[in-house]
């Protein structure tokens, strides 16, 4: 295997790396529901919706540096290295945006989604390569030509570049 194509299949597992560093729990170890921070499923309000906390880490070619974009479930992101200069910027999603994104964390098509369920595989060289790490799972999308995304992923993908300083595509 060609150096560049090990380096481009590692993107999952430098993406997983990241967030383990970082302190992240992206696989839904963090949930806050109504009943408030840390409960898992609303003790005391029996059936609330979990609120869930993605990451989104973008990878441009073998040899581009990786970004990183962390929402939490209370809708403040922290955005690193999104422009590729290794400024770290913060905001909060408007609530609109927040409860959509929660509705599409929350959605259950997800999980067909995933790169597992997929089997999907990276097929394009030099390209940005996106992975949201969600609560379902890791889902990996790339910025080329016949890339075929998934819909509930891409419109997570699509909300949190055109309310973050993440991009959609190459630059």
């Not at 999952?12 to 806050?32: K, T």
């Not at 989104?56 to 070619?61: A, D, K």
Request: charge should be negative; glycine fraction near 12%.
């Amino acid at each position: 295997m060609a150096p560049s194509w090990s380096r481009l299949a590692s993107l999952p597992a430098a993406a997983l790396l990241a967030v383990a560093l970082s302190g992240c729990a992206p696989f839904g170890g963090e949930r806050e529901s109504a009943a408030g921070p840390g409960t898992a499923d609303g003790a005391g309000g029996a059936g609330s919706p979990g609120r869930h906390r993605v990451s989104l880490l973008q990878n441009e070619g073998t040899d581009g540096p990786l970004r990183t974009l962390t929402v939490e479930p209370d809708g403040r992101w922290e955005c690193v290295n999104c422009a590729g200069d290794g400024v770290t910027s913060t905001g909060v999603l408007s609530a609109e945006h927040q409860e959509r994104l929660q509705g599409l964390l929350a959605d259950p098509t997800l999980a067909s989604e995933t790169d597992e369920a997929r089997g999907y595989k990276v097929a394009c060289i030099g390209a940005l390569t996106s992975s949201l790490l969600t609560g379902s799972g890791l889902i990996t999308s790339q910025d080329c030509p016949g890339e075929v995304r998934t819909p509930v992923a891409e419109e997570i993908l699509l909300l949190l570049t055109q309310n973050t300083p993440a991009q959609l595509t190459s630059s």
